[in-house]
Every structure is written in structure tokens, then in C-alpha cells.
């Protein structure tokens, strides 16, 4: 059941046009994401599906009492409450019967030492309290509570913690805990996953999945969209167009409706101009002049395509060194980590050649950026060494972008740094990383944390570095620019070390990960899912096993190798015949229907009523064959390509 619908949706800023006929629909059970560039207008569109603000033009229907829950991008808690008390005010109805049932209950009781003859009225009341408490959740809510604050990383002992006293991102999970708690039937998420570890990310994913009502929720993580949503509307260039199935899946549809859409922009391109070619040739012959004015009314009638685009406006850089660094780059050993004496992790080991790319994760407040402060030696050690190898040139991304001048502009920024280099190159490179025109006169104070994170990149991509410590490269970087910068890193000769939460992102670019937590850290080869699947083996091995896997023989081996090659080899022959076959279909259809439009154009028809109608309805029925088989060969085609992407 549709329980909101935005329809034709604009929102202007002064004379620009942010978008414009935008439709959005959710359905009571939506798993929906927003996706789109930073700066695309997602945030402004959450607020108008909220209530908050209204639309420029368009209408926002939703069902009669429909309950939303709306948190804003890093929407903090602030009372002067308990974490506990700050939860359990979301259920102030409860305690209200509570307090109605316990005073039933004295009333009960009195009337049972007098035997009045209120009793089994009083009764009959108690029941009906007492079933409406049960129905309202009333026996499980603490547990509730205890879950979503165990979820969220908050054990027992900080629940009587004043949330003023918390950190920024303890106050957004806190808030975040809260709207959960309040189980809107509509809930809307802007970029929830901020300042959330690993761990509770999984666990917000599953609490997600299986929560009852509706979410609608704009995320720049990818890792997040791929397990929690099944349908995407893509914010571009101004308009909305609708996908199912998660990131993944909307990727390879938005990639495969672009091609079909500029093939049929492409044909009736050179339709058009093959009209207007016998137009312009046979207008002033006698003989065909009937001909050219069907063919121009044709034109004029004809709905034109417009080209399909999609916004490339993107961030491309790369980064350099003069020199490779030696085969040693790093060894850490028996490191203790902290401030003013006091530890936070350690006794921390390990070490990095040249080319690895190490991604470092574990909880909030474990000391990961201060291992890379303590690495560049801006923190003393408490104990152990650190060892640097020979001819570094040492590149740092700071996510809390501390080198940054507030006061300069974004072209004094690099130009302080590199005076010998031309304004026109400094300007150029900066319209690489999108600071164009104006921008490059912007102070950096009034910059946003995305254009901050470009600007960071910008002066790295200005330096010589062969060893690269990224620490949160993505935090406001748009998906787009995430994928510029894992581009980046992939191609880079040199060696990395890099602090991430984003899995989709260490998935990319991580040869090597390590497991930090307060005592130690531990080494996996691979990505992320790599470390999840190492997880998962040895969790089953510490479980242990009854059963041992049968061993094979080298020859039946290779048999078993030889017939899977052969069965995937007919698993794609079977794919592309079914992909080639539907196009051919489409074509086929295609032709029919331009057949038909002809036909309906001809002078001899053009007051037939009677033909014109039966034309018309072939026309329709082709065009819905054309559009069934159109969306087979789209699925035939994704189908094809992730076989081969498999194989």
C-alpha cells in the first residue's frame, strides 16, 4: 500500500532550478534510498517528504495519521537527561497506564477486604488496562531499550550518563537510538551511518531489515545500501528516475539504461535527419511535394528524445612521487599508544613493505588516528618503536583537516605552499578537484566539509609522496568522488596506510586489514569481506567439525575442474543467446512501429477514422511488446554481465 507520494516536485534557489518534476513513492513496507552527488537538492527533498518545508510547485499526499520519524545529517541529542531517562520518555504512555493500572490494582484490593460490589466491574476494568498495556508493548519496552542501547555500543554502566556530557557522535547515536525506539511508520534517515564502528553498523543493518514500517534513507555508503535497500531513486541533474534491487544492482541498471537510451536517442537521430534530408530534397519537386509535407508534419508531430546525460561533472586527480621508497617502508613494534601516560591500545605490531595498501578498523575511541599521529611523530609513544624506512616521502590526510587555513582563500591555500608554480596551473588543477570561477576566491571557513575533503586531496595531489596515511579519506566525499579516489589509490606506485569504517571503500582498495582493538591488532591478507570470511572459517573451527571434508585426487580433480569449465561455458553461451535473441526482438519490434507511425502519416489516411484507430491499437500493442521485451533483454543483459564478472 502507497502510504506517501511526492508528486512533480520543485525547488528553486533564487532563479536556478535545484529539480524540477520530481516523483517519489513509498510504499508501507519501502526499503528506498536517495541517491545523488552532494549538492543534488537530497537533503532539501527528505525535508519536504518530512513536513518540514514545503515544495516550490508539486504536491506531498501521505495516508491520514501516518506517523514519521525524521533525523536529520548529524542531528545530536541535547538534554540535560540520562541516557535512560532520555529513551524511556519515548514511552511516557506506557507509564501513564502503569501508574492508571497500579491504582486499579489498590482499588481492586480494597473492594476485595470489603467485598463491595464494585468488584467485578473493577475487574472487568483491571483486564481490559491490563490487555491494553500488553498490546502496547508494555512487558518487553525495557528490553527494547536495553537492545537498541546495546546495539548502539552503550553497556549498562552509562546509563545514568547526563547525554550532555557525551561526545558529538555518542549524542547522534543516542538520537538515532531514540527514532528506533519510537517505531514511526515512515522513517527517514539522512546519512545515519556517520560516526557508527563496524560492529554497529551490522547490527544497525539487521535491526533495519527486519524493521516493520517504511524507511526512506539518503547514504553515501555503499557496503549499507547494498544490504539494507531494494529499491533506489537516483537524484540527477535536476530529476528523479526510479530503480529496483540495492546499489549494486541500480549501478549496472543506471550504466545499461544510458546505453539503451542514447541507442534510441542515436535512431531517431538519424531518422530525423534522414526526414529532413527528403524533406529539404523534395519540397519544391512537384512530383513529391505531398510526400515531403507528410514527411515535415511527421517531424513536427515526432516526440523528440532528448539526449540522455548523467552529471560527470567529477573530481580526477592522481597522486606522484619523485622516487620509489626502499622495500621497507614501516615496522611497528610493541607500540603503546595514549596520552599523557594514559594507554589507549597496545601493545600494538606490524609491519609494511612497499606497495601493500593496509586498512585499519576497530571501535570508536580506540586510538586509530591517534596511531597514525603517533606514526608521523606529531604524539610521543608510551612504549615500543616505530621504524620508518629509507627515501619516504610521506603524504598525510587528516580527517579532521587541521592543515587547513580557515582564513585563506581555497587559491592561497595551495599557492602559499607552491609559489613557483603559474596561478593559471594552480587555478586549472583546482577545477579538476570542481573549485571553478569564483570558488577559488571562497574562505576556507565558509567551505563544506566536502569541499574541505577536496581541498585536502588537492594539496596531496600537489605533492610528492610514495607513502600515503589516509585517515577517513571518504567522510564527505560523495560517492562519486569515492570512487575518483579509490581510482586514485589503485593506481598509485606507492605504499598506503589507511584508517576506514567504509567497507565498500577498503573492499576496493585494501591488499591487507588490520583488527585494532585496545590490546592489540590483528593481520588479514585481503579486503573486508576477506576478513569476514576468515572471521566465519574460524568461528566454525573453533565450533569444531565432526565431519572432514572428502579429499579428491589430482585426477579427479582435474575432472571436476574440466567439467565446471564446460558447464560455465554453456551457462554463458546459454546467457548471450538469450541477450542476443531478446535485442534482435527489440529491433524486429523497433521497425514494426516505425512501419506503422509511417503508414499512419501517409495523405490517404489522414481522414480514414476507421484505419487510423486500428493502426493505433497495433502501434499500442507493439509498443507494449517492445517495452516487455525491452526489460527482459535489460535483465538478460545484467545477467550476462555478472556471470562474466563472476568468471
Do not use: C
Request: charged residues 25%; negative net charge.
Amino acid at each position: 500500500m502507497l502510504i506517501l507520494q511526492a508528486k512533480n516536485v520543485m525547488r528553486r534557489f533564487g532563479a536556478d532550478i535545484l529539480f524540477s518534476k520530481v516523483n517519489v513513492q513509498v510504499d508501507e513496507h519501502a526499503r528506498l534510498a536517495l541517491v545523488g552527488r552532494n549538492g543534488a537538492g537530497k537533503t532539501t527533498l527528505l525535508k519536504m517528504i518530512a513536513g518540514i518545508t514545503e515544495p516550490d510547485e508539486g504536491t506531498i499526499s501521505k495516508t491520514k495519521g501516518l506517523s514519521i520519524g525524521y533525523l536529520a545529517q548529524d542531528q545530536g541529542l541535547d538534554s540535560q537527561n540520562s541516557i535512560w531517562a532520555e529513551l524511556d520518555s519515548v514511552f511516557a504512555p506506557l507509564h501513564k497506564l502503569e501508574a492508571e493500572i497500579n491504582q486499579l490494582e489498590q482499588q481492586v484490593a480494597d473492594a476485595t477486604t470489603k467485598k463491595g460490589p464494585q468488584l467485578p466491574e473493577l475487574l472487568k476494568t483491571y483486564d481490559q488496562l491490563q490487555q491494553r498495556y500488553k498490546e502496547a508493548g508494555g512487558f518487553e519496552y525495557q528490553s527494547r531499550m536495553r537492545g537498541i542501547l546495546t546495539g548502539f555500543g552503550f553497556p549498562p554502566e552509562m546509563d545514568s550518563l547526563a547525554i550532555n556530557s557525551l561526545s558529538g557522535g555518542q549524542k547522534t547515536k543516542l538520537a538515532l537510538a531514540k527514532i528506533l525506539l519510537q517505531q514511526p511508520q515512515l522513517l527517514i534517515l539522512d546519512e545515519p551511518t556517520n560516526h557508527l564502528d563496524m560492529n554497529v553498523l551490522s547490527w544497525l543493518e539487521d535491526y533495519l531489515k527486519s524493521y516493520q514500517g517504511a524507511l526512506l534513507v539518503v547514504s553515501h555508503d555503499r557496503y549499507f545500501l547494498d544490504r539494507v535497500v531494494n529499491e533506489i531513486d537516483d537524484l540527477d541533474n535536476g530529476t528523479i528516475r526510479h530503480y529496483r534491487g540495492n546499489y549494486s544492482a541500480y549501478t549496472k541498471q543506471k550504466r545499461q539504461w544510458l546505453q539503451t537510451a542514447m541507442k534510441h536517442y542515436e535512431q531517431q537521430q538519424a531518422k530525423i535527419a534522414k526526414l529532413e534530408d527528403y524533406v529539404n530534397r523534395n519540397l519544391v519537386r512537384a512530383s513529391t511535394t505531398k510526400q515531403a509535407q507528410s514527411r515535415r508534419r511527421q517531424l513536427e508531430k515526432m516526440d523528440r528524445l532528448e539526449k540522455p546525460t548523467a552529471d560527470t561533472s567529477s573530481i580526477h586527480f592522481h597522486f606522484h612521487a619523485d622516487h620509489p621508497s626502499g622495500n621497507e617502508v614501516l615496522d611497528v613494534d610493541q607500540l603503546k599508544i595514549g596520552y599523557n601516560e594514559q594507554v589507549l591500545a597496545g601493545p600494538l605490531s606490524f609491519s609494511e613493505r612497499k606497495g601493500q595498501r593496509i586498512g585499519i578498523f576497530g571501535p570508536n575511541g580506540i586510538g586509530k588516528s591517534t596511531l597514525l599521529k603517533t606514526i608521523l611523530h606529531q604524539l610521543p609513544p608510551i612504549a615500543g618503536t616505530i621504524k620508518l624506512g629509507a627515501s619516504l616521502q610521506i603524504g598525510y590526510y587528516d580527517q579532521e583537516q587541521q592543515s587547513l587555513h580557515p582564513e585563506k582563500t581555497v587559491l592561497d591555500e595551495i599557492w602559499d605552499e607552491h609559489p613557483e608554480i603559474p596561478e593559471a596551473e594552480i587555478r586549472s588543477l583546482l577545477g579538476s578537484f570542481l573549485f571553478v570561477g569564483d570558488d577559488v576566491f571562497k574562505p576556507v571557513h565558509d567551505l563544506s566539509g566536502g569541499e574541505k575533503a577536496r581541498l585536502e586531496l588537492t594539496k596531496l595531489s600537489f605533492t610528492p609522496i610514495n607513502f600515503l596515511l589516509l585517515d577517513e579519506p571518504t567522510n564527505h566525499l560523495d560517492i562519486d568522488s569515492r570512487e575518483v579516489l579509490e581510482t586514485a589509490i589503485n593506481e598509485f606506485d606507492g605504499t598506503v596506510l589507511f584508517i576506514s569504517h567504509d567497507r565498500y571503500f577498503i573492499n576496493q582498495v585494501a591488499t591487507d586489514v588490520l583488527d585494532m582493538s585496545a590490546t592489540g591488532m590483528t593481520h588479514y591478507e585481503g579486503n573486508y569481506d576477506d576478513f569476514l570470511a576468515q572471521q566465519a572459517k574460524k568461528t566454525q573451527e573453533d565450533h569444531g567439525s565432526d565431519q572432514q571434508p572428502a579429499t579428491s585426487s589430482p585426477v579427479s580433480g582435474k575432472k571436476k575442474a574440466y567439467q565446471q569449465s564446460k558447464q560455465q561455458q554453456r551457462e554463458h553461451r546459454k546467457l548471450q543467446r538469450q541477450a542476443d535473441g531478446l535485442e534482435q526482438q527489440l529491433t524486429t519490434l523497433e521497425g514494426q512501429q516505425d512501419k506503422i507511425k509511417e503508414e499512419m502519416a501517409k495523405p490517404e489516411h489522414a481522414t480514414d477514422i476507421a484505419k487510423l484507430t486500428d493502426l493505433q491499437k497495433q502501434l499500442d500493442e507493439l509498443t507494449k511488446q517492445a517495452d516487455d521485451v525491452e526489460e527482459q533483454w535489460t535483465e538478460a543483459a545484467m545477467a550476462l554481465e555478472d556471470f562474466e564478472d563472476k568468471h
